[in-house]
């Protein structure tokens, strides 16, 4: 069993900033990788980022490309996602994720076995 707590999520004007943190905790197993994902209303949940445990393999959607960062301190077992340069199109449910069968992260989501609760974000315009 692994479990998933995200924070950080929150309302922020466009333009603004948040971090989000998601530690994990239960058997991770030695490599694994994981993801944020996210769900906006109506529409389908999609892969925002990934990162493999050692930190060397990062993954983006093009639609957070030069704008969020994904990053790990596995001392803590937690990963991070800054997201900067926010717009209201990134207002979703943001879930983190961890893939304990792959190095490199992958955006298919049914390759996840273990999921966090969400966390809300929004941003006004």
């Known amino acids: 069993q692994v479990q998933l707590v995200e924070s950080g999520g929150g309302l922020v004007q466009a333009g603004g900033s948040l971090r989000l943190s998601c530690a994990a905790s239960?058997?991770?197993?030695?490599?694994?990788?994981m993801g944020w994902f996210r769900q906006a209303p109506g529409k389908e949940r999609e892969f925002v980022a990934g990162?493999?445990?050692?930190?060397?393999?990062?993954s983006y959607a093009d639609s957070v490309k030069g704008r969020f960062t994904m990053s790990i301190d596995n001392a803590k077992n937690t990963v991070f996602l800054q997201m900067n340069s926010l717009k209201p199109e990134d207002t979703a449910v943001y879930y983190c994720a961890i893939d304990r069968a792959r190095v490199r992260p992958q955006v298919d989501d049914d390759l996840y076995d273990y999921w966090g609760q969400g966390t809300q974000v929004t941003v006004s315009s």
């Open positions: 990162i493999s445990r050692s930190g060397d393999y990062t």
């Open positions: 239960g058997r991770t197993s030695s490599s694994y990788c």
